[in-house]
């Protein structure tokens, strides 16, 4: 964790230094930045509410919901977010929100349908453990470095276009010169963009992590939040029902199994792979019993 | 041919090692999770047509009932609709059915039939519950031959199982017994003749 923010801010001081080096003016571009930043903190909710098409509902629509979040907010002394539901099969959970008191914990319908309640109590205790860490404040913040970096991109391929269809026009010379500071500032950019972006996935997996171990000390039952992502992520459906002995001739056995989720794979992603949470949630499980 | 068969004898040398690991596993199964082994277990061969296999199955019924005695363990064959040969036996203590289950493999080894060999089972029960119906609440631990590992298996009624419980066996042992961790090997034997 402080390792990945170490890094983050030695990006961005070799970027600033680059962007000064050249002269340019990064101050303006950089306030410009940080306001869309903030804009995007201070609305986050609504906008990813938004987005999602999630409703929020009331105890009324949603009784049980609602009892079920509130008896993991009382014994953890948390305070109670509002509660949203999205209407799809996809089986999903997300938090939202900006502080404690903006706080939304969506689940989908889907979710609701094939998870029994222990199961969800640790899906929301897994969203509630996001809330009190405040991930959605540290991932905005370790974004801010890709974001900057992206809209200097975009300058920069604007700026490169003006730059290659400038023939003809003035001097030669000073062409060629801005062509190659603007070639600089793209290949900067991009690099810092996709590094960070590597960075804001190592964190975010890690994060992820943090809420299933959070979840697993508010529940008792880290397998009951492992059975939920198996459920979630279809791995339930990869336990066979075929017996052995039917099986047996096809010769499956010797077959090294294929390399499960490649390197490449990992660093992209935001979310651990759901083989490497379930034997962390078991590994819980073993010590708490 | 000399090193295939060398090769052979060290992988089925394997075999014997990853089911004595049961030896200590078991009583951590018993303390972890309450379950109880039964005492019985099993061992499933393809049969094939021929004198060869009839012989090597007369072997080892000669070889169990002489040690009936020493092991203190009875035992019963049958074949099942798929066509395997079931060595099913009982015994007391689990070092006398890891015996026993080694005792078969080597048997069948020396036979040529090592690759014939599919699975063997161990039974448990479960303490915390109330036993109330003979079979529902047997869990199984299920070695594969050719994976050389175990997996967990808990039939519950129709061709279901309980998986929940399943995953806390592979969190107890999983680093006790060579495990299956690819649960897509996790294959279940319905309808076991324990």
Redesign the interface.
Same mark, same amino acid.
């Given at each position: 964790m402080i390792f990945s923010f170490a890094i983050l801010t030695l990006l961005y001081l070799i970027f600033l230094s680059v962007l000064a080096y050249l002269g340019i003016g990064y101050i303006p571009i950089l306030l410009i930045a940080s306001a869309m930043i903030l804009a995007q903190w201070y609305f986050s909710d609504k906008i990813v509410l938004w987005s999602s098409g999630a409703k929020v509902v009331s105890r009324e629509q949603y009784p049980e919901l609602h009892d079920l979040v509130e008896r993991i907010v009382a014994r953890n002394n948390l305070s109670k977010p509002r509660i949203a539901v999205i209407d799809t099969d996809m089986p999903n959970a997300f938090a939202t929100g900006r502080g404690k008191k903006s706080s939304v914990v969506a689940v989908t319908t889907g979710l609701l349908n094939i998870l029994d309640t222990e199961e969800l109590e640790g899906v929301v205790a897994h969203e509630l453990t996001h809330i009190r860490n405040r991930d959605a404040l540290v991932l905005t913040l370790a974004s801010l470095f890709s974001t900057v970096a992206w809209y200097l991109m975009q300058f920069g391929f604007y700026g490169g276009l003006y730059g290659g269809g400038g023939y003809g026009y003035g001097n030669d010379d000073r062409d060629r010169n801005g062509g190659g500071i603007m070639l600089i500032i793209l290949l900067v950019a991009m690099l810092t963009w996709a590094i960070s972006f590597l960075i804001i996935r190592a964190i975010s997996r890690y994060r992820e992590f943090a809420a299933d171990r959070g979840s697993a000390q508010m529940t008792g039952k880290p397998?009951k939040l492992?059975?939920a992502l198996?459920k979630i992520s279809g791995?339930?459906r *990869?336990?066979?029902?075929?017996?052995? *002995?039917?099986?047996?001739g096809l010769n499956a056995?010797?077959i090294v199994?294929a390399l499960?989720g490649s390197t490449i794979g990992n660093l992209f992603s935001t979310h651990p792979p759901v083989e490497k949470r379930?034997q962390k949630l078991?590994?819980m499980?073993?010590s708490m019993? | 041919m000399n090193f295939f068969r060398r090769f052979k004898k060290h992988a089925f040398k394997a075999n014997s090692d990853a089911i004595f690991s049961l030896s200590s596993a078991y009583i951590t199964l018993e303390i972890?999770?309450g379950l109880k082994n039964t005492g019985r277990s099993a061992m $499933?061969i !393809?049969a094939v047509d021929g004198m060869h296999f009839s012989v090597m199955r007369e072997d080892i019924q000669h070889f169990l009932d002489a040690s009936k005695t020493e092991f203190n363990l009875s035992y019963r064959t049958i074949t099942?609709s &798929?066509g &395997?040969l079931w060595v099913i036996i009982e015994a007391k203590h689990m070092e006398d059915i890891l015996a026993g289950i080694t005792s078969i493999g080597d048997t069948v080894y020396e036979k040529g039939f090592s690759d014939k060999l599919?699975?063997a089972i161990f039974q448990f029960s479960n303490n915390n519950i109330e036993s109330n119906n003979n079979n529902n609440n047997m869990q199984y631990l299920?070695y594969?031959y !050719?994976?050389n590992n175990f997996y967990p298996f808990i039939p519950t009624g129709q !061709?279901n199982?309980d998986?929940?419980q399943e995953? !806390?066996i592979? $969190?107890?042992l999983?680093q006790e017994v060579p495990f299956e961790k690819?649960?897509?090997?996790? &294959?279940?034997?319905?309808d076991l003749p324990l």
């Open positions: 397998v492992a059975n198996m791995t339930m *990869r336990i066979p029902t075929k017996d052995l *002995r039917e099986v047996e056995f010797f199994p499960s379930v078991m590994e499980e073993a019993s | 972890k999770l $499933s !393809k099942d &798929y &395997y599919l699975a299920i594969n !050719k994976r !061709k199982r998986t929940e995953m !806390k592979l $969190s107890a999983g690819d649960m897509s090997f996790w &294959y279940p034997m319905w």
